[in-house]
């Protein structure tokens, strides 16, 4: 009987898989605009997206594409915006509460989430703030149109917004002020082109949370009226301020009378001599910063 030998070979197939390529990651970093006042700090946000997965399995071709944020899913509903045919939070960026329309050149405010607490709108093109623009969003905590080109802000525009407490409307067009929410701790209209005839005489007083007024780079004529005792910080600076009262910051009738809460005032850059005015700063802790001689 012969002997069969048979040689076998075995053969190992690896199959060669292309591995998913790597989840891309872009870091946001957002720079707070400086003004006289600091109007919160805001910390870098990051948000990552989801690569492209495309897998062929004989005929089918299957594509998972995700886009993940950092806020609710609901947000990525908003309707379209009024200047572009994008959702807001696809042109803008919402993160938990906060909006930040941010150098897109938008000429109207877009719509928000439902739940926006922060809008950040700044170095855009927007000429007008209408009453429907906040209409439904009360929630609102921060508003920021710095830089904007705001010549125009419609009655009631702020009205409802009764959690309101910092708004900022410095470097725009404005030459009168809107009715401000009774709750604003802080409020900035720097470098616009208001006159005193743009301020109503009550429009401060009913702001008994006031601290911060920022009006400074502007063509007021006179100090306004009425200012609330809260007020800690007032600029004035480089107005076209000529006079002064006795009863602008104190009470004439009242030599008793201190503003214990006041420890800053600008007034330099106004074709005024303080120092022909010391009965106006009697009821003051520390002189405004201005020209005496």
Known sequence: METL?????????????????????????????????????????????????????????????????????????????????LPTCLLCVCLSGSVYCEEIDIEA???????????YARFNKIKRIAASDFA???TLRRIDFSGNRIEEI???????????????????RLVKLPVLPPKLTTFNAN?????SRGIKANAFKKLTN?????????ALESVPLNLPESLRILHLQYNNITTITDDTFCKSNNTRYIRTRMDE???????????KHVNAFSCLRMLPVGTYY
């Open 265 to 275: 005032i600008r007034m330099e850059g106004n074709p005024i001599v303080l120092a």
């Open 109 to 119: 405010v877009p719509p928000l989430p439902k739940e926006t607490a922060y809008l």
């Open 210 to 218: 006031l601290a911060y007024l920022y009006l400074g780079h502007n």
């Open 5 to 85: 030998q048979a040689t076998f070979f075995l053969f190992v197939f690896v199959p060669l898989v292309n591995p998913a390529p790597p989840l891309q990651q872009e870091s946001l970093q957002f720079y707070e605009y400086d003004t006289d006042v600091s109007m919160g700090s805001l910390t870098q946000q990051d948000y990552e997206m989801q690569s492209k997965d495309m897998r062929k399995d004989g005929t089918n071709v299957s594509l998972d594409t995700s886009l993940i944020l950092q806020s609710d899913d609901s947000q990525l509903d908003v309707p379209p915006t009024k200047d572009t045919n």
């Open 154 to 172: 419609e009655d009631g525009a702020f009205s409802k917004l009764l959690l309101l407490e910092e708004l900022s409307l410095a470097e725009n």
């Open 136 to 138: 439904d969003i009360t």
């Open 191 to 195: 470098q616009n082109r208001i006159k």
